[in-house]
């Protein structure tokens, strides 16, 4: 007689053995993330991050005056990496996250699971993601093992969407870890902006346009993105006029209210200006979400907006702003191209990396000319 059909169907990756996540194995030496042999890059105030052992992306002393959802999405490192050289052959990961809520849109390894990258040349290239628990907020991972012993560079990229409470990585007992020294620019490229600029809603970490921007140009970056929630207060602007940047870049104005844009938009700029005379400040336009194709509402009020900050930009090199610069969105990612969004708003990792690589292309253009004059 056949056998009787099973009451619960098998986990998929008991069918195949390549979806399993492999839990580190013993005999690690394990380094915590504010260790000396590891560097903590992407973080604008970092002498407050080592000091108060954290991973946000604003200091404590600043939350007076911030909305809630800049408070809390500070939390979540976007495009904060560990930088390290090592010859060990394994590494893993160990990650503590505060919670384990999840985002319907979101894969769990872009919103809470890490990715470690290594260098060949002047490229980098992902070798690992760790994909995270959804049972418990502890996990450890097995990234690589069995590697050559070679004296590689590696970057091991956080979660873009999850506060992270700790974070160490394991290595063979003899294996030496030192830390990577600073990209060619001391000085980072700050992004300041929406969900997009934050990351959502890329497949892994280190995938979003803007970690993706700090490997093209080989530059330190800031991630300033706070989904729904950067809208160009002045707050905000009081508080990134205090880092030393190569430049900024605003990349904002979709979470704007079109009958305050404008104005919010002068007013930002303003601040910034006080201390950063002729750093250039870069404006990008409203992406070509999908549906300005067929919702004319929604493709109205897109190009109110994008006029606006059109003009703006016009209005600051008649005044004599040599250093203000407009790149428009929907040069970087048109809409209605398959597999570049997750829901015809918030871009894949197919998205992000053709959003990045068109970008890059234009920041360093513009870096050039500023260092050239």
Known sequence: MPKAARSTPRRLDQLDKNFQVKSAGRGLKWVDAFDCQLCLRGLAWPAENRKQKNFRRLPDRAEAGLSEGVRILSHCPSSVFLS?????????????????????????????????????GPAWHPVATAAPSLTETSFTCVLTEGAPRRHREYRLYLPLYKKVESVALGFEPSATVEPAPAPKSQRPIFFYGTSITQGGCANTAGSDYVSTIGRLLDTEVVNFGFSGSGKGEPEVARLIREVRAEMFVLDH??????????????????ILREKHPVTP????????????????????????????????YLQAKKSKDANIHYIDGPGLLPAGLTGTYVDGIHPTSAGF????????QQLHSGLSDNRRS
């Open 353 to 360: 990396a053709l959003f990045a690589e068109r970008l890059a």
């Open 281 to 312: 400040i870069v404006l990008i336009s409203c992406p070509a979400f999908n549906q300005i194709l067929w919702n004319a509402k929604t493709r109205g009020i897109y190009e109110q907006k994008r006029d606006i900050v059109m003009r703006f």
């Open 253 to 270: 104005f979709t979470n704007c209210k079109l009958e305050t844009l404008a104005d919010m938009l002068l007013e930002f700029v303003r």
């Open 84 to 120: 390290f050289f090592t010859n060990s052959t394994a590494i893993s990961v160990r990650l503590t996250v505060a919670d384990l809520n999840q985002m319907n849109l979101m894969p769990a390894t872009g919103m809470s699971g890490t990715e470690l990258y290594f260098r060949e």
